[in-house]
């Protein structure tokens, strides 16, 4: 079975920068998109990319601020966050499907990590 794992969350004060990374247990399967999810909230769209780097898809609530991007040398999909704000918070998920395509809705991916927890505070 497919795993992917995430790393680089942490606790962080508004303005700050994070950057995530997904790995997979599978060389044939590559992570291609980010959600979040808040306490009491649904799990949303972050950003997305095809498996080979492009085109990307930025949520309009972090265009600007996160760019997300992959290593395929190292089979690593990350997301760099900037200028985070306290909305930000969240647990953080990289999701992956066989296909490698970048999509919006969350049904499409068959594979996702665990999570990590970001917090932004003042």
């Known amino acids: 079975q497919v795993q992917l794992f995430e790393s680089g969350g942490g606790l962080v004060q508004v303005g700050d920068s994070l950057r995530l990374s997904c790995t997979s247990s599978d060389r044939a399967v590559g992570a291609t998109a980010w959600f979040r999810q808040a306490p009491g909230k649904e799990r949303e769209f972050v950003a997305a990319?095809?498996?080979?780097?492009?085109?990307?898809y930025h949520a309009n609530s972090v265009r600007g601020r996160f760019t997300i991007s992959r290593d395929n040398s190292e089979n690593i999909l990350y997301l760099r966050m900037n200028s985070l704000r306290r909305e930000d918070t969240g647990v953080y998920y990289c999701a992956a499907n066989r296909l490698g395509s970048a999509e919006y809705d969350a049904s499409a991916y068959e594979y996702w990590g665990q999570g990590t927890q970001v917090t932004v505070s003042s």
């Open positions: 990319v095809r498996w080979r780097g492009s085109p990307t």
